[in-house]
Each structure stands twice: as C-alpha cells, then as structure tokens.
C-alpha cells in the first residue's frame, strides 16, 4: 500500500488534516533523533505554514495533487532558500542560501512538507554518512549499524517512519546503497532527467538526484513531481514525462515476455553468500511473475570502480576549488595573509575524505598526468557503457545485488578507503553509463537486516523499471515490515 496514496486518501475525506500529519511527523522525529541523528536540521516552522496552506486548500475546496501534505526529508546538499544547507560540512556550515533548488521549488509547488534537512557524507563524499562533518546516523534496524550513504539520512528518515518519502543524490550509488541498506525503496533515475539547478556539485557527469520510499509506488509519485526538462540546468533532458505512478500494475503477464538479465560479473567473489542466495531466490521470483531470464555479462563493469575513483575526485576537485572562504561559507580566523587566507580555511573547513579526493582530482587533472589517468577513465567509461548498450539489444532490465553486504558496524571501514569504496562496487556502473536503476528490498540475513535487489534499465525507461519493481513488491511481504525502535 502506498502511504502517500493513504495519506492523499485520509486528506480529501477530511479524516485528518495536513498540520495534524505534519504534527505527528515532528514528534516522531523528536522522539526518534536522539537514537537515530538523521536530520541536521529541522524545519517545524516552516512545514506547519506549509501544512496550514494545503490545509486551506482541502477547506476551499480546491483539488490538492498527491503529495500535497506529505511529510518530506530532503538531503543538506540541495539548496533551500532560507534554509542553512550545509553539505555535512564545516565549510557550509553558516550558508544559508538565497535561491531555492528545482527539485524543491517543485516539490514546494506540489504541497509537499518539508520537515527537514537530512544528514550526508560531507559534500556526498562517502558510503557510510560517518563522513558527515556533524554527527552519525545510525541505521534504523540496528542503532550500531551505518546506514550507507552518502543519503543516509534519507534512507534512516524513512525507514524509520520520521518522514513519508525523502530525496536523495546519487553520483556513484548514494540513493541505491542506502536504500538497500535501510530495507527501502531508492531510485536513480537517468542522467538528465532531474534538474541539478540548485543541488550542491560534487561529479557534476554522474550526480543526480532521486526518491527514496518505503514502497515502489510512493517512489514512482514522487519521480514524477520532481522530473522535468529545466533550463537552468545544461545537462536537463527535454523529454515528456509519463505517469509513472498510474501505469503500475500488479501483474507482469499482460505484456510481451520480458527479459531480465542477471550480470554475471556480480556475483561470486567478494559478494557476502547470504546476499548472493537472497538475490538469487528474487530472481527466481522474478521468473515465476512470467520474467525470462538470461545471464549476460557486462565485462568491463569490474573498471566501473577505477574509472570512477579518478572521474569523480577530477571533477569535484574542480567544483570545490569554489570554497575558498571568500564568497561564502567558513572563512579562517585572523588569517597572516591572503594566502594563507584560502589554505587554512580550506585546511580546516573539509574534513579528511573531501581533502582526499581533491588530491586525488588535481593530481589526475594535471598536466603530466591528464593523459594517463583522466583521459583514459574517460576512454573506459564508453567501454562499459558499450556494455551497458550491448546488454539491452538482448534483455529489457538488468539485475544484481546492489550492495555486496549488508549494513556493517559503524567504524568498522573508516581507517580503510578502499574497503569503503568497495561497497559501491555494483552501483557505480551504471552512474557512469548514465542510466536509471532502483534498488528494493528482496529479503534480510539471519540479523534481520535488509538485503537490496538492484534493477536496472535501458536510458529513459524509469517506466519499465517501476513497473517490474512494482510487480516483484507485490508479490512479495519484505516492504510490509519495519525496523523495531
Ligand atoms: N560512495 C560513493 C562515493 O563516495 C558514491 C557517493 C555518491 O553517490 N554521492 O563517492
């Protein structure tokens, strides 16, 4: 069941108000964040007035759209005009900024409630959200257990019922990873689709942003108020956007056989055995609904992590050189000169893991290294598109495990990178290739916590992508149960 469509349902008969909805929001959150921090900052004010005036709507009468009252979470990394948006990190710390994002400017045209600002990785730097430079946001089904990130805020937020849907960014699988860790629905749509006026850079080629949900359907409503060909953002798609929410059917067998391809490369070695039977036994489900199935292989997809790690510190080493204390932001105090004006702010307004990446950026943008590194992630990035392309002359949708473990112990990575990065392993590919994928729950391990299936389309075809989503969820009891708090 959707909880929007219940929500939207309670609204329009008048059964319960907007402020009330709104009110109990606030109190979960209130009770819920001192276990859970997965709000940086909380809106009350600002979504009771928003909540009034959907409110007055209902009372005169007028038609309300189906977000109109819901409750939403959104990530610190998309500007909210008034609003401190703060990235996680220090050097934003005191930014609040003047102009509001697309997606929000939408969302707030809709009705839709913000209650709040959700945690992240500094600057969406991270797997865990431990990167965020405020506080650590636990995982809802186990308080020791990270959330994944970089969104995890959003995902715990929902997951734990503080806040109906949530909005995510997603640059190499910060929605789907999170999503797959919280036992919630997440999706990245294709590059394009959303506006990035207003979302904070980090790897302006593969950032975009998406829904989280606790099922298909509420994600699906929510894509479809935030997607849209905006000018403002250079990379926008022009594109129509369909209904996404009223095509969902609860039944794959009407339409012509479909094909589902399992990537071979992502299964085996390094992939936790549980989650290997778990999404092995959702394939397999998947069949049964009337799915046929192949296995295909993408083989570039083990240089998806390589080619990333030197394509996504380049480019954020280049949108971050912005921060510099001058024009907004941190500013070091009684710096000596102008110099050391900019170093020191920068030395003490970014934690460890965004110094990192900068590093890494300038020295593959460098002159003597530009060739060997960046140019050539650049020449492997169309190869594993070409494997993406190849893969969909033969199948519809793509599937995998979209993490390769469940959600680990908070500070079980942070003293090793690479092991961080290896969580995006199955996600990265696909930001690369710039294509839509979703992740939704498909079982839990023997702790309880949730397992990810990761399926993935062809450019545009978020359609099919809900739909087949839509179709495994109802046939399936995983997104009817919640975590104990
Ligand atoms: N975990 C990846 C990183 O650290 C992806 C982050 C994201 O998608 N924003 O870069």
Redesign the pocket.
């Given at each position: 069941m959707s909880l929007i469509r219940e929500l939207h349902r309670q609204l329009t008969r008048k059964e319960r108000s907007a402020v009330e909805i709104t009110q109990e929001a606030l109190e979960r959150i209130q009770s819920l964040e001192p276990k859970l921090h997965s709000f940086l900052y909380v809106t009350a004010d600002h979504a009771l007035e928003q909540a009034r005036k959907v409110d007055a709507k209902i009372a005169a009468g007028e038609e309300i759209s189906p977000l109109a009252g819901i409750p939403i979470g959104i990530k610190d990394n998309m500007c909210t005009k008034g609003i401190p948006t703060t990235c996680g990190s220090r050097i934003l710390e005191n930014f609040v900024p003047p102009y509001e994002s697309a997606v929000t400017e939408k969302l707030t045209a809709a009705g839709a409630v913000m209650v709040g600002k959700t945690n992240?990785?500094e600057f969406?730097?991270?797997?865990s959200t431990e990167?965020s430079a405020f506080q650590v946001t636990a995982n809802p089904w186990d308080l020791e257990r990270v959330p994944g990130?970089?969104?995890g805020g959003s995902a715990a937020a929902v997951a734990s019922g503080e806040c109906v849907v949530a909005l995510g960014?997603?640059?190499?699988?910060?929605?789907r990873?999170p999503a797959s860790l919280c036992g919630i629905v997440g999706m990245k749509p294709t590059y394009g689709l959303v506006s990035r006026y207003g979302l904070v850079a980090?790897?302006s080629s593969?950032?975009q942003i998406g829904p989280f949900g606790r099922t298909v359907e509420d994600a699906a409503i929510l894509l479809g108020a935030i997607a849209g060909h905006d000018s403002r953002d250079a990379t926008s798609l022009k594109v129509s956007i369909p209904d996404y929410a009223s095509a969902l059917k609860p039944d794959l067998k009407p339409r012509r056989k479909l094909k589902i391809g399992v990537i071979q490369e992502t299964f085996g070695q390094g992939l936790d055995p549980t989650v290997e039977a778990t999404v092995t036994k959702a394939v397999e489900q998947l069949q049964t609904l009337g799915a046929e199935i192949q296995v295909v292989s993408c083989p570039q997809f083990r240089y998806g992590l390589p080619t990333?790690?030197i394509i996504?510190p380049s480019e954020a080493s280049a949108n971050l050189a912005r921060y510099d204390g001058v024009k907004y932001g941190f500013r070091t105090q009684n710096p000596d000169n102008l110099l050391s004006m900019y170093t020191e702010t920068r030395a003490q307004g970014f934690g460890a893991?965004v110094k990192r990446?900068i590093m890494i950026g300038t020295y593959t943008l460098s002159a003597g290294y530009y060739d060997a590194y960046y140019l050539k992630a650049q020449k492997v990035r169309t190869l594993i598109k070409q494997d993406f392309e190849q893969a969909f002359e033969k199948v519809d949708i793509l599937v995998c495990p979209t993490s390769p473990t469940t959600a680990f112990k908070a500070g079980d990575k942070t003293a090793d990178p690479l092991s961080?990065?290896l969580?995006?392993l199955m996600?990265?590919p696909v930001?690369l290739a710039g294509l839509p994928a979703l992740s939704l729950p498909c079982g839990f391990d023997d702790q309880g916590l949730p397992i990810g299936l990761q399926l993935i389309g062809n450019v545009l075809r978020e359609d099919l992508l809900l739909e087949v989503a839509y179709c495994y969820e109802q046939s399936t009891s995983w997104h009817q149960r919640s975590p104990q708090l």
């Open positions: 992240l990785d969406a730097m991270g797997s990167n990130g970089s969104s960014s997603d640059t190499g699988g910060s929605i990873q980090y790897a593969l950032d990333y790690y996504a893991e990446r961080m990065y969580n995006d996600t990265i930001n």
